[in-house]
Protein backbone atom coordinates (compact mmCIF):
# COMPACT_ATOMS: atom_id res chain seq x y z
CA UNK A 1 0.00 0.00 0.00
CA UNK A 2 1.07 3.42 -1.04
CA UNK A 3 1.85 6.54 1.84
CA UNK A 4 -0.91 8.24 -0.58
CA UNK A 5 -3.52 5.32 -0.05
CA UNK A 6 -2.93 5.21 4.24
CA UNK A 7 -2.04 8.83 5.54
CA UNK A 8 -0.48 10.05 7.73
CA UNK A 9 -2.67 8.58 10.69
CA UNK A 10 -2.81 5.34 9.06
CA UNK A 11 1.00 5.12 9.09
CA UNK A 12 0.94 6.14 12.69
CA UNK A 13 -1.79 4.08 13.56
CA UNK A 14 0.72 1.01 12.07
CA UNK A 15 3.41 1.82 13.43
CA UNK A 16 2.13 2.09 16.74
CA UNK A 17 0.13 -1.28 16.56
CA UNK A 18 3.34 -3.17 15.22
CA UNK A 19 5.14 -1.68 18.34
CA UNK A 20 7.30 0.20 16.97
CA UNK A 21 6.67 3.82 18.38
CA UNK A 22 5.26 4.54 21.69
CA UNK A 23 3.32 7.75 23.30
CA UNK A 24 2.64 9.04 20.00
CA UNK A 25 -0.75 10.32 21.36
CA UNK A 26 0.57 13.59 22.51
CA UNK A 27 1.85 16.67 20.66
CA UNK A 28 5.32 16.09 22.25
CA UNK A 29 7.40 13.36 23.98
CA UNK A 30 7.60 13.40 27.89
CA UNK A 31 10.98 12.09 28.77
CA UNK A 32 11.70 12.33 32.53
CA UNK A 33 10.53 15.78 33.25
CA UNK A 34 11.47 16.73 29.70
CA UNK A 35 8.39 17.63 26.98
CA UNK A 36 10.13 17.00 23.79
CA UNK A 37 8.77 18.04 20.21
CA UNK A 38 10.28 18.27 16.75
CA UNK A 39 8.48 19.60 13.22
CA UNK A 40 10.29 19.75 9.83
CA UNK A 41 9.49 22.38 7.01
CA UNK A 42 10.51 21.17 3.51
CA UNK A 43 11.14 23.71 0.66
CA UNK A 44 7.86 23.16 -2.18
CA UNK A 45 5.99 21.13 0.66
CA UNK A 46 5.72 23.51 3.66
CA UNK A 47 7.06 26.78 2.41
CA UNK A 48 8.01 28.44 -0.99
CA UNK A 49 10.12 31.78 -0.78
CA UNK A 50 7.94 33.43 -2.93
CA UNK A 51 5.41 33.86 -0.22
CA UNK A 52 8.07 34.07 3.17
CA UNK A 53 11.18 35.31 3.48
CA UNK A 54 14.27 33.78 5.56
CA UNK A 55 13.66 35.64 8.52
CA UNK A 56 9.98 34.79 8.62
CA UNK A 57 10.48 30.92 7.67
CA UNK A 58 12.77 30.96 10.65
CA UNK A 59 10.30 32.26 13.23
CA UNK A 60 7.35 30.16 11.59
CA UNK A 61 9.71 26.95 12.26
CA UNK A 62 10.55 27.95 15.89
CA UNK A 63 7.03 29.22 16.40
CA UNK A 64 5.57 25.67 15.22
CA UNK A 65 7.34 23.73 17.45
CA UNK A 66 7.09 25.94 20.20
CA UNK A 67 3.35 25.54 19.72
CA UNK A 68 3.55 22.36 20.83
CA UNK A 69 5.51 23.04 23.72
CA UNK A 70 1.92 25.24 24.70
CA UNK A 71 -0.50 22.81 23.78
CA UNK A 72 1.69 20.63 26.45
CA UNK A 73 1.40 23.40 28.74
CA UNK A 74 5.23 23.91 28.66
CA UNK A 75 7.90 26.70 29.32
CA UNK A 76 10.04 26.08 26.57
CA UNK A 77 13.74 26.01 27.31
CA UNK A 78 15.56 25.47 24.06
CA UNK A 79 15.69 24.77 20.22
CA UNK A 80 18.10 22.02 18.39
CA UNK A 81 17.94 23.05 14.85
CA UNK A 82 19.28 20.78 11.53
CA UNK A 83 19.17 22.84 8.67
CA UNK A 84 20.09 20.63 5.10
CA UNK A 85 20.24 23.54 2.41
CA UNK A 86 22.19 23.99 -1.40
CA UNK A 87 25.77 25.44 -1.47
CA UNK A 88 24.94 28.23 -3.23
CA UNK A 89 22.59 29.20 -0.59
CA UNK A 90 23.77 32.79 0.73
CA UNK A 91 25.37 33.32 3.96
CA UNK A 92 23.28 36.16 4.27
CA UNK A 93 20.09 34.50 4.00
CA UNK A 94 21.10 31.82 6.83
CA UNK A 95 21.93 34.78 8.93
CA UNK A 96 18.70 36.11 8.42
CA UNK A 97 16.96 32.39 9.11
CA UNK A 98 18.15 32.28 11.77
CA UNK A 99 17.84 36.04 13.24
CA UNK A 100 14.03 34.86 12.33
CA UNK A 101 14.23 32.19 15.08
CA UNK A 102 15.73 34.49 17.99
CA UNK A 103 12.84 36.38 17.68
CA UNK A 104 10.53 33.62 18.95
CA UNK A 105 12.17 34.00 22.21
CA UNK A 106 13.80 30.69 22.47
CA UNK A 107 17.50 30.14 22.36
CA UNK A 108 19.29 27.38 19.92
CA UNK A 109 21.64 25.41 21.75
CA UNK A 110 22.45 22.97 19.09
CA UNK A 111 21.98 21.17 15.88
CA UNK A 112 23.46 20.47 12.57
CA UNK A 113 24.11 21.57 8.96
CA UNK A 114 23.97 19.28 5.56
CA UNK A 115 23.51 19.61 2.08
CA UNK A 116 20.54 19.25 0.36
CA UNK A 117 18.98 20.26 -3.17
CA UNK A 118 16.39 21.92 -1.65
CA UNK A 119 15.72 23.77 2.04
CA UNK A 120 14.89 21.67 4.70
CA UNK A 121 14.36 23.06 8.34
CA UNK A 122 14.03 20.56 11.12
CA UNK A 123 13.69 22.09 14.91
CA UNK A 124 13.25 20.13 18.19
CA UNK A 125 11.95 22.37 20.98
CA UNK A 126 12.52 21.23 24.64
CA UNK A 127 10.47 22.53 27.45
CA UNK A 128 9.43 21.62 31.07
CA UNK A 129 5.87 21.08 32.16
CA UNK A 130 4.09 20.24 35.27
CA UNK A 131 1.20 18.80 33.67
CA UNK A 132 0.47 17.99 30.28
CA UNK A 133 -2.83 17.60 29.26
CA UNK A 134 -1.98 15.42 26.31
CA UNK A 135 -5.06 13.94 23.72
CA UNK A 136 -6.70 10.93 25.60
CA UNK A 137 -8.41 12.58 28.66
CA UNK A 138 -11.40 14.85 27.04
CA UNK A 139 -14.35 13.47 29.26
CA UNK A 140 -18.52 13.54 28.50
CA UNK A 141 -19.58 17.18 29.50
CA UNK A 142 -16.17 19.13 28.97
CA UNK A 143 -16.31 22.32 26.97
CA UNK A 144 -14.23 22.41 24.05
CA UNK A 145 -12.12 26.22 24.30
CA UNK A 146 -10.05 27.56 21.13
CA UNK A 147 -7.75 30.66 22.85
CA UNK A 148 -7.72 32.75 19.41
CA UNK A 149 -9.63 33.03 15.84
CA UNK A 150 -8.81 31.02 13.35
CA UNK A 151 -8.97 31.00 9.63
CA UNK A 152 -6.25 33.38 9.23
CA UNK A 153 -3.70 31.08 7.23
CA UNK A 154 -6.18 30.45 5.43
CA UNK A 155 -7.01 34.08 4.32
CA UNK A 156 -3.57 35.09 3.97
CA UNK A 157 -2.49 32.12 1.79
CA UNK A 158 -5.26 32.94 -0.19
CA UNK A 159 -4.22 36.48 -0.89
CA UNK A 160 -0.74 35.36 -1.96
CA UNK A 161 1.14 35.25 1.50
CA UNK A 162 2.04 33.08 4.86
CA UNK A 163 0.70 34.25 8.17
CA UNK A 164 2.79 34.41 11.21
CA UNK A 165 1.53 32.07 13.80
CA UNK A 166 1.05 33.61 17.32
CA UNK A 167 3.00 32.10 20.19
CA UNK A 168 0.26 30.74 22.99
CA UNK A 169 2.73 29.59 25.64
CA UNK A 170 0.84 31.57 28.26
CA UNK A 171 -2.52 30.45 27.48
CA UNK A 172 -1.28 26.86 27.10
CA UNK A 173 0.14 27.39 30.73
CA UNK A 174 -3.12 28.44 32.37
CA UNK A 175 -5.32 25.86 30.64
CA UNK A 176 -2.90 23.16 31.18
CA UNK A 177 -3.77 23.66 35.15
CA UNK A 178 -7.11 22.50 33.99
CA UNK A 179 -7.79 20.83 30.94
CA UNK A 180 -8.66 17.65 29.92
CA UNK A 181 -6.72 17.78 26.76
CA UNK A 182 -5.23 20.12 24.60
CA UNK A 183 -3.61 20.42 20.90
CA UNK A 184 -2.80 23.06 18.96
CA UNK A 185 -4.57 23.45 15.53
CA UNK A 186 -1.94 23.28 12.78
CA UNK A 187 -3.98 21.13 10.18
CA UNK A 188 -6.95 22.53 10.14
CA UNK A 189 -10.39 22.89 13.19
CA UNK A 190 -11.78 18.86 12.36
CA UNK A 191 -8.61 17.58 11.58
CA UNK A 192 -6.92 18.23 14.66
CA UNK A 193 -10.20 18.00 16.98
CA UNK A 194 -10.36 14.32 15.19
CA UNK A 195 -6.91 13.09 16.97
CA UNK A 196 -8.47 14.03 20.35
CA UNK A 197 -11.63 12.72 19.99
CA UNK A 198 -10.08 9.32 18.55
CA UNK A 199 -7.56 9.32 21.57
CA UNK A 200 -10.41 10.06 23.98
CA UNK A 201 -12.93 7.67 22.91
CA UNK A 202 -15.65 10.26 22.48
CA UNK A 203 -17.41 13.01 20.29
CA UNK A 204 -16.51 16.70 19.70
CA UNK A 205 -19.63 18.43 18.78
CA UNK A 206 -18.22 21.74 17.64
CA UNK A 207 -20.59 24.95 16.99
CA UNK A 208 -19.20 26.47 14.08
CA UNK A 209 -21.24 29.99 14.47
CA UNK A 210 -19.18 29.72 17.87
CA UNK A 211 -15.71 30.01 16.45
CA UNK A 212 -14.12 32.80 16.42
CA UNK A 213 -12.73 33.94 12.80
CA UNK A 214 -10.09 36.46 11.95
CA UNK A 215 -11.36 39.53 10.30
CA UNK A 216 -11.33 38.70 6.17
CA UNK A 217 -11.11 34.97 6.38
CA UNK A 218 -14.08 33.18 5.78
CA UNK A 219 -15.49 29.46 7.63
CA UNK A 220 -14.01 27.22 4.68
CA UNK A 221 -10.58 29.09 5.70
CA UNK A 222 -11.10 27.01 9.42
CA UNK A 223 -10.42 24.16 7.78
CA UNK A 224 -7.02 25.11 6.09
CA UNK A 225 -4.82 24.42 8.98
CA UNK A 226 -1.48 26.45 10.37
CA UNK A 227 -3.20 28.98 12.80
CA UNK A 228 -1.64 27.38 16.07
CA UNK A 229 -3.91 28.85 18.24
CA UNK A 230 -4.80 25.69 20.97
CA UNK A 231 -7.89 23.61 21.03
CA UNK A 232 -8.43 22.57 24.43
CA UNK A 233 -11.20 20.32 26.05
CA UNK A 234 -12.13 20.89 29.83
CA UNK A 235 -14.20 21.63 33.02
CA UNK A 236 -13.63 25.45 33.27
CA UNK A 237 -13.37 27.87 29.78
CA UNK A 238 -11.15 30.25 32.03
CA UNK A 239 -12.33 33.12 29.63
CA UNK A 240 -11.19 31.44 26.78
CA UNK A 241 -14.24 30.87 23.73
CA UNK A 242 -16.37 27.95 24.16
CA UNK A 243 -17.19 26.13 20.84
CA UNK A 244 -18.99 22.88 21.59
CA UNK A 245 -18.92 20.37 24.14
CA UNK A 246 -17.73 16.74 24.24
CA UNK A 247 -20.25 14.20 23.70
CA UNK A 248 -20.57 10.07 24.21
CA UNK A 249 -20.09 8.68 20.67
CA UNK A 250 -17.46 8.95 18.55
CA UNK A 251 -15.49 11.77 16.07
CA UNK A 252 -16.42 14.96 15.26
CA UNK A 253 -19.39 17.16 15.15
CA UNK A 254 -19.79 20.03 12.64
CA UNK A 255 -23.09 22.11 13.02
CA UNK A 256 -23.92 25.82 11.48
CA UNK A 257 -26.88 27.15 12.74
CA UNK A 258 -27.43 23.56 13.61
CA UNK A 259 -27.22 21.46 9.81
CA UNK A 260 -24.24 19.13 10.07
CA UNK A 261 -21.28 21.02 8.24
CA UNK A 262 -18.20 19.68 6.39
CA UNK A 263 -14.49 21.25 6.63
CA UNK A 264 -11.62 19.57 5.16
CA UNK A 265 -7.94 19.80 6.96
CA UNK A 266 -4.43 19.29 5.60
CA UNK A 267 -4.12 15.36 5.30
CA UNK A 268 -0.08 14.74 4.96
CA UNK A 269 0.74 12.70 1.58
CA UNK A 270 -1.96 13.06 -0.10
Request: charged share 25%; hydrophobic share 45%; with cysteine.
Amino acid sequence: MRLDELGELGLLAELERLGLVHGIEHDAAQIEGLVVTQDALVEGVHFRFDLVSWAELGFRAAAANISDLAASGAEPLALVVTLALPGDARVEDVVALYAGMAEAGVPVRGGDTTRAGAVMLSVTALGRSERVPGRAGARVGDLVVVTGPLGGAGAAFRSGRLMRPPIRVGEGRRLAAVATAMLDISDGLAVDAAHIARRSRCRLAIELERVPIVAGATIEDVGFGEDYELLATTPDALGFQMIGRCEEGEGVLLTLGGRPFDLPGWEHFR
